[in-house]
């Protein structure tokens, strides 16, 4: 079968920063995105949580540009005050077209 | 029904394994917003207007005065930084809808049917807004101050908080959960009034089991939400254990002064003065969250759920109850 490589983007954020992500991301380039509700702990222990919601994993397949864009605005608008972290990995996909 | 919410505590401490599911939560949350709001619509729609005025601006004036001096408290007496302080500001700027509740039923059972203002919801939403703005507000300026100064000196790139513009605030807030379930009942209750309202009486009345129930079920949460909070009270320090208990008692004295100066009656005034010593928890954590993120939310959560909301619940209501009798009868 004919695949490519892609890049997947995984975010696990608190829930609270859901809308502003999927605009960061839309903006970014991104085509689309998958969210997940996700629990756990870090660093930071709590969050505003409790009341709030927990934390949300966002997954998206882009290519390397728009994924390193998409880890730029992170570093600067969110990972210095809010609970997220985020990781790449390589894919492989059909129908790349999809994607980028 | 206060039992209740000694009894979450409680079951937190023995560390219980008992939780509330979030979707309930959110649920009870939005059915007793939704039943506050109609049922003020309802009292509102063969009420006089004017009746309203001075109650409103006394409720407005409270907004103002409430985050500016828990602000000023914080940042001088308590040394916090200006996110935190605004942060907190914001919580007891704005208000409790449960306190508001609790604090009806209390002059209720003390003073008998009629003896709240019917149009006390209406000053509810009116309180709500007010008192969180005007912190963040603060909030964001005074950052962007230090932000300038701090940039001319190091050059480090001023903070995410300040880019957020502030329509985008105002359109979170207005169309927060609180906000539309409480504006939404009542002009569906202005708009039905009593023959309308009737057919869903027993579902959405304060005064039906339903309510009631709803009510004891949402205090247990708040219970357990509060004593998980209780072992964060160590990081909060004695300033601000001290603060959640002095502030209040002022607001609520101010509270209860400016309502009698407007011409509410004793039971009115015990409310407008719960309202005003009270802290937000629904509305303003994740408007704080959003827009002042450098602010601790341990700080304000903790003040405000694990703090006043029991100090009010337990006696803050019963003082300006007290406060409300001595100043009205004279």
Known sequence: MNTHNLTLLVIIAEALLKDRLIHSIRDAGAKGFTITEAAGEGSRQRRVGELLGDNIKIEVIVNREIAERILVVLQQDYFPHFAVIAYLSDVQVVREEKYV | ?330
């Open chain 2, 1 to 330: 029904m206060v039992l209740a919410f000694a009894f979450g505590i409680v079951c937190r401490l023995i560390k219980s394994e008992l939780a509330i599911p979030r979707d309930l939560y959110t649920s009870l949350s939005i059915y007793l917003l939704f039943a506050l709001g109609l049922k003020g619509g309802v009292e509102l729609s063969h009420s006089e207007w004017k009746e309203l005025l001075w109650p409103a601006i006394a409720t407005i004036v409270i907004g103002c005065i409430t985050p500016i001096s828990s602000y000023l408290t914080l940042r001088h007496l308590g040394r916090f930084s200006i996110a935190d302080a605004a942060g907190i500001a914001a919580h007891y700027g704005s208000v409790s809808a449960v306190t508001f509740i609790a604090t009806e039923k209390f002059v209720l059972a003390n003073l008998g049917e009629g003896s709240v203002a019917p149009f006390m919801p209406t000053l509810l939403t009116l309180l709500e807004i007010p008192g969180i703005q005007i912190a963040l507000a603060i909030g964001v300026l005074g950052l962007a101050k230090s932000n300038v100064t701090k940039e001319t000196a190091s050059g480090t790139p001023a903070s995410v908080s300040s880019k957020r513009s502030m329509g985008a605030i105002w359109h979170e807030l207005l169309t927060a959960r609180s906000m539309v379930l409480l504006v939404g009942g009542m002009v569906i209750g202005i708009i039905v009034g009593y023959d309308g309202f009737a057919s869903v009486k027993p579902f959405f009345d304060k005064g039906e089991w339903m309510f009631k129930g709803a009510l004891t079920l949402f205090l247990l949460e708040m219970g357990l939400v509060a004593g998980s909070r209780l072992s964060d009270l160590r990081h909060a320090g004695i300033f601000l254990i001290i603060f959640g208990i002095v502030m209040p008692i002022m607001h609520g004295a101010l509270g209860v002064y400016l309502g009698s100066l407007a011409g509410l009656d004793a039971g009115s005034c015990t409310v407008l003065g719960a309202m005003a010593a009270s802290a937000s928890y629904i509305a303003a954590p994740p408007a704080v969250r959003m827009t002042l993120p450098e602010a601790n939310p341990t700080f304000y959560l903790t003040a405000a759920l694990a703090i006043t909301f029991p100090f009010n619940l337990l006696f803050g209501i019963p003082l300006y109850f007290r406060m409300a009798l001595a100043i009205v009868a004279t």
